[in-house]
């Protein structure tokens, strides 16, 4: 992909890989994750603002542009970041995770018809 002038610069190569590493291990657990009670490991340095949309990329360790999360996390503010659709979970029962206050039914989904099924004469 050509870049041009105007466009957001990320850091690249082994100065990226080192910036990375010194980042996760400044914040080795998840912003997101530890703000709701859980303990999980971050694994993606994550710019607040991206850089797509005006952020600075200002190759300090401690940044104020970014946070640590794991991927689950980073996966889930990417997408509502740039409008994505949000992944659905899916709980062992094979029901999809239902957002708290949300009711289930207690069987499986009925498909909707919008004419009644003809029957055809032997």
């Known amino acids: 992909m050509v870049r041009k002038s105007n466009e957001y610069q990320r850091l690249r190569g082994n100065a990226a890989v080192k910036l990375r590493r010194q980042r996760l291990a400044a914040e080795p657990l998840c912003r997101d994750c530890v703000g709701k009670g859980v303990v999980r490991a971050s694994s993606v340095p994550d710019h607040i603002v991206p850089l797509a949309l005006g952020g600075v990329e200002d190759g300090l360790v401690v940044s104020p542009n ?3 999360l794991c991927r689950e996390c980073h996966a889930d503010r990417t997408a509502e970041q740039f409008g994505h659709r949000q992944r659905r979970h899916v709980a062992v029962d094979g029901w999809s ?26």
């Open 66 to 68: 970014i946070r640590c």
């Open 97 to 122: 995770d239902a957002p708290q206050g949300a009711i289930r039914s207690s069987g499986p989904p009925q498909r909707e018809t919008s004419a009644p099924a003809k029957h055809h004469k032997p």
